[in-house]
């Protein structure tokens, strides 16, 4: 069984992925500050923003606790590119994720009386986070599984 804070870590991510896909789908149509439409983007950009923190803390203390010393040399041993390509990408990818969303969430606040001139860059970004968080899931997945073949059980 995988290791349960690794675990929580990707499915906090998921979750917080799909509260911005739900943020993209919202934006396809003209949104005014009253309609039930707005509390829905601003809470839900708010709890996706939430739930990528919580998930980066996680990864990152992941990271330094255990896959730094045990998961990364067995991942290396196998499958060096995984690593080198996966894991590097998904880093880096993964540090621009809460700042894009605090982006989404602070335009939401302060264009909220006329949301129309923004409409469309905070669908794409919204979009573009949901997009990040699929190929860091897919890493991640890679990552799981080279660890499994050596492990027998990613930590």
Do not use: C, Q
């Given at each position: 069984?995988?290791?349960?804070?690794?675990?929580?870590?990707?499915?906090?991510?998921?979750?917080g992925s799909l509260l911005f896909l739900l943020v993209a789908?919202?934006?396809k149509r003209p949104i005014k500050t009253r309609d039930?439409?707005?509390a829905k983007i601003h809470i839900a950009s708010m709890l996706g923003t939430l739930a990528i923190l919580i998930s980066w803390v996680m990864?990152?203390?992941?990271?330094?606790?255990?896959?730094?010393?045990?998961?990364?040399?067995?991942?290396?041993?196998?499958?060096?590119?995984?690593?080198d390509i996966g894991?590097?990408?998904?880093e880096h990818l993964f540090l621009f994720l809460p700042f894009l969303s605090m982006f989404v969430v602070s335009v939401i606040r302060?264009?909220?009386?006329?949301?129309?001139k923004v409409r469309k860059v905070l669908m794409w970004t919204?979009?573009?986070?949901?997009?990040?968080?699929v190929i860091i899931a897919t890493e991640g997945f890679w990552i799981?599984?080279?660890?499994?073949?050596?492990?027998?059980?990613?930590?």
């Open positions: 069984m995988a290791n349960p804070l690794i675990v929580f870590h990707a499915i906090v991510g998921f979750i789908v919202e934006l039930p439409a707005y990864g990152g203390y992941y990271y330094v606790t255990i896959y730094g010393n045990e998961v990364k040399p067995a991942v290396k041993s196998i499958e060096s590119w995984i690593h894991m590097e990408t998904k302060v264009y909220a009386r006329d949301l129309e919204s979009l573009s986070i949901f997009l990040i968080s799981t599984n080279a660890a499994n073949t050596v492990l027998g059980v990613a930590r």
